[in-house]
T-cell receptor, first 116, second 116 residues
Framework: NAGVTQTPKFRVLKTGQSMTLLCAQD?????MYWYRQDPGMGLRLIHY???????AKGEVPDGYNVSRLKKQNFLLGLESAAPSQTSVYFC???????????????FGSGTRLTVV | DQQVKQNSPSLSVQEGRISILNCDYT??????FLWYKKYPAEGPTFLIS?????DKNEDGRFTVFLNKSAKHLSLHIVPSQPGDSAVYFC???????????????FGQGTTLQVKP
């Protein structure tokens, strides 16, 4: 039972480069989320999806795009990386809104991204 | 504006004693509050939650207290163990009308160190 798997685990990018972070879950969850964690800022929501084919903006969406073509996958893209996007990125999933309130999310182990 | 705040970045406690982690919120429209625990190089894991209609919830060594009039919640760990050393995040689940997004708003986190 893998849960939520994030790839890659580490990446160093140069300013202006692009990349895609992959999140895959095997729990048949409807809801998926991308958060970033920065020192002193906690976890901030970037984008989220409430089902296959749907996406929506979170608290800090600028500079990122997402896609949810398959229910099990949620991709986070950086089109032109900036040093301000240096962060640890976490993907999370939940079966539905009711389960979020009662049991919370299942998180992946994170992707540490450095933009130089 | 930070809707969920953890004002203590760190806490150090002796093994066997009580750990009290605090969290304040500004929005009265949250219906659930959750606590997450995070070890280095891992994703956050769900610990315990409480509904806004309750003032206490227990699960083993962990108890969460909610004071709605003060917009304050706290997590008590009794007795504290060295394995409890981690970063603890509180999170709040907004009460929505017809919108089912399951978004969580996180605090900045508190690093707990339990000394043997």
């Amino acid at each position: 039972n893998a849960g939520v798997t994030q790839t890659p685990k580490f990446r160093v990018l140069k300013t202006g480069q692009s990349m895609t972070l992959l999140c895959a879950q095997d729990m048949n969850h409807e809801y998926m989320y991308w958060y970033r964690q920065d020192p002193g800022m906690g976890l901030r929501l970037i984008h989220y999806s409430v089902g296959e084919g749907t996406t929506a903006k979170g608290e800090v969406p600028d500079g990122y795009n997402v896609s949810r073509l398959k229910k099990q996958n949620f991709l986070l893209g950086l089109e032109s990386a900036a040093p301000s996007q240096t962060s640890v990125y976490f993907c999370a999933s939940s079966r539905d809104r009711g389960r979020v309130a009662a049991d919370g999310y299942t998180f992946g182990s994170g992707t540490r991204l450095t933009v130089v | 504006d930070q809707q969920v705040k953890q004002n203590s970045p760190s806490l150090s406690v002796q093994e066997g004693r009580i750990s009290i982690l605090n969290c304040d919120y500004t929005n009265s429209m949250f219906d659930y509050f959750l606590w997450y625990k995070k070890y280095p190089a891992e994703g956050p894991t769900f610990l315990i939650s409480i509904s806004s209609i309750k003032d206490k919830n227990e699960d083993g060594r962990f108890t969460v207290f909610l004071n709605k009039s003060a917009k304050h919640l706290s997590l008590h760990i009794v007795p504290s163990q060295p394995g409890d050393s981690a970063v603890y995040f509180c999170a709040a689940h907004p009460r929505h009308g017809s919108s089912n997004t399951g978004k969580l708003i996180f605090g900045q986190g508190t690093t707990l160190q339990v000394k043997p």
